[in-house]
Nanobody
Framework: QVQLVESGAGVVQVGGSLRLACAPS????????MGWFRQAPGKEREFIAA????????YYADSLDGRFSISRDNAKNIVYLQMDNLKPEDTAVYYC?????????????????????WGQGTQVTVSS
């Protein structure tokens, strides 16, 4: 059983930055594609970003305006989400997830059903 553990969240002021990290505990395939989702109060969980198993392909939600960046260190088996120029609407619980799917092309890894394992979520609060 794979457990994903998110870290790095907290409270930040508008315009600030945070870097979230996600690491698995237990046996895992470091070649899983990894994704980040978030759920704001009263809203459905939404896709943020994903990265392929090798790290060569990245995918982002259109609404981010280039403020977020996903990366991975396969040697350490950690996936990062760098979030810059944070806005109050970025306040949400952020989840990382792992997918054993192999997807080529556009529109990959942006649906929850594509993911096999999920973290517990971590709260990001952007204060104005």
């Amino acid at each position: 059983q794979v457990q994903l553990v998110e870290s790095g969240a907290g409270v930040v002021q508008v315009g600030g930055s945070l870097r979230l990290a996600c690491a698995p505990s237990g046996r895992t395939n470091s070649r899983y594609a990894m994704g980040w989702f978030r759920q704001a109060p009263g809203k459905e969980r939404e896709f943020i970003a994903a990265i392929s198993g090798g790290g060569g392909d990245t995918y982002y939600a259109d609404s981010l305006d280039g403020r977020f960046s996903i990366s991975r260190d396969n040697a350490k088996n950690i996936v990062y989400l760098q979030m810059d120029n944070l806005k109050p609407e970025d306040t949400a619980v952020y989840y990382c997830a792992a997918s054993s799917n192999i997807c080529i092309g556009s529109g990959c890894y942006d649906e929850e059903y594509e993911y096999r394992y999920w973290g517990q979520g971590t709260q990001v609060t952007v204060s104005s």
